[in-house]
């Protein structure tokens, strides 16, 4: 089995990328190795793949990854893990400046549905982690209001609980709409 991973040099992507290579044949992307989710020239690498873990996220680069995959995959035996967040419904006293990051995953969740509960044989799955310590989350981390810093650090995963998380996913025989850590 074929796997890529998005974003496989750090945090969730990389414990995947680690976890999953003695199992299976698995490619990852990264800016720093050359693939930016934003490019989508490089989007057709992930298409002679089995499983696609959408991980990085780039503005709406997971949901156009995703669009694109899919129009390839429609009705064929793939899997697609799509990496949303727990956190996507926490609205109140979100900051505006933050709201984007909301808006991209609830629109990557709603294409993800709608190909699990359309298509028989093309899985699409959302994944949604609780916080786990990554540079991405550290970016104005310090911000947060002390309260939320605090509940989300006394709740925090390791990426490899994620990446086993993910792993039961993609061997699951069924189609798992969705599953959602505690945040
Ligand atoms: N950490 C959390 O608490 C948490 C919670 C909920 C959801 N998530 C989601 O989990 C996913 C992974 O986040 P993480 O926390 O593991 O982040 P991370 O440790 O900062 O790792 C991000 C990875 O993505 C790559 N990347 C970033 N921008 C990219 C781009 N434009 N094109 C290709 N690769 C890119 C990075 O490598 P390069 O810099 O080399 O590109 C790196 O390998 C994200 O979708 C995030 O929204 C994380």
């Not at 991405?136 to 947060?144: E, I, N, T």
Request: glycine residues 6%.
């Amino acid at each position: 089995m074929k796997i890529f991973v998005t974003g496989h040099t750090s945090g969730i992507g990389k414990a995947c990328f680690d976890m999953l290579s003695p199992l299976y044949d698995v490619n990852g992307g990264s800016r720093r190795t050359g693939w930016d989710v934003a490019n989508s020239e490089n989007y057709s690498d992930v298409i002679d793949c089995d499983v696609l873990i959408n991980n990085a996220h780039h503005h709406i680069g997971q949901l156009e990854l995703l669009k694109y995959v899919y129009k390839h995959w429609q009705n064929k035996s793939k899997t697609i893990i799509n990496i949303g967040s727990a956190g996507k419904d926490l609205l109140r006293n979100r900051p505006l400046e933050r709201l984007d990051y909301n808006v991209s995953k609830k629109a990557l969740e709603t294409y993800s549905f709608w190909i699990c509960e359309n298509d028989k044989f093309c899985r699409s799955m959302m994944y949604n982690p609780g916080f786990v310590d990554t540079p991405l989350v550290r970016q104005g981390f310090d911000k947060w209001p002390k309260e939320e810093q605090d509940h989300v650090l006394s709740r925090k995963m390791d990426a490899k609980d994620c990446a086993e998380a993910i792993l039961f996913m993609i061997q699951s025989k069924h189609t798992i709409k969705e599953l959602t850590h505690s945040h």
